[in-house]
């Protein structure tokens, strides 16, 4: 990181302004930030911006560089990338057969990609996602932590309050009916408190804002070691206003592309992130496509679509480098008795103890077949569940 800042591959006039204005290594400028650096040495955020990421990328290189000289730098086999793969987590979406098409749920190290008309439930799977991680390992969760980017407001904490008491619900009911050691003591400090407190809320106005807080995330995360999910929900709507320079804008998203990828492998994160939709004109006929691009489209592993067929919501997984494309209904409710279909039950709660699932799901039946008005959940509940196939 000391790095002088004559070294790094920029324009000699940039250089020159930022030895002028006082900047002698890579570090100060990382310490600067986009709005300060272009106040010190009289250039837009933009291009303060792009010095930024040019700097993080050389620094970047320079790391990877200095851990194959030390010999940290492995080669490994096929096999070995293959039980890597398999050996990484997922996060449940509590929608069984959303799961099932993503093979199991949203990975770790990768970046998912939801795109969908407003309203189709892109920010519900978001906040889902965020008390999801959190679930104990003892019941068949990450135990992570979560950074939730909100780009549009959209962040609702009373929604997330309900889908955590929900979760919580599920995981005392499954400790009730087994009675174990470890699920008893994972559920004494797995509450709503401690969920909500382990979301890292970041509201960025701009896209400016966000690309400063997606640069800055490493060293968030080297001082949160336990999150395992980043969710940027919307990543378009900062970047389709006041753009004319469209070039300057695709560079932008290439470099921010590339730095959640960094994020998810560097930190064995899932990426997920939300996207608009956006009318393509054809020859004869106009289509509803995802936002930002062809070339965007590059950038996530795992690509779904939610989308409606008349009152219906579908999801549609399109682009996945395991599974088949497949589309599912799914449903959201907003009580734990209103919504539920009895095949759809078992996507509730998915756990790798068969018959643990099992006992929970009678449990679950026996509330739901002798609701009377109160069964003792609070109303409200958000669940992400799905109708039967």
Known sequence: MQRDVGSVPLAPALRARLVSG????VQELLETGPCGLSKEIGISKEEALEVLQVVRQECHGDAERAAARSGASRKCTALELLEEEQAQ????????ALDNILGGGVQLTKITEVCGAPGVGKTQLCMQLAVDVQIPECFGGVAGEAVFIDTEGSFIVDRVVDIAAAC????????EAHQEEDH????????????LSHIYYFRCRDYIELLAQVYLLPDFLLEHSKVRLVVVDGIAFPFRHDFEDLSLRTRLLNGLAQQLIIIANDHKSAVVLTNQMTTRIGQS????????GESWGHAATVRLIFHWDNSQRLATL???????????PYHITVSISFGLETASCKGLFRHTDKSAN???LVLLFSCLMTVTGNTGMSPGLLIFCTFSL
């Open 285 to 292: 006929q106009s289509t509803l496509v995802p936002a930002l």
């Open 358 to 360: 099992d006992v929970f």
């Open 22 to 25: 006082g900047f002698q290594t």
């Open 89 to 96: 987590g997922f996060i449940i979406t509590f929608c069984s």
């Open 318 to 328: 399109y682009k996945s480098p395991s599974q088949k494309e497949s589309t599912v």
């Open 184 to 195: 008893l003591k994972a559920l004494e400090t797995f509450s709503v408190e401690s969920i």
């Open 168 to 175: 919580v619900q599920h995981c005392h009911l499954i400790a």
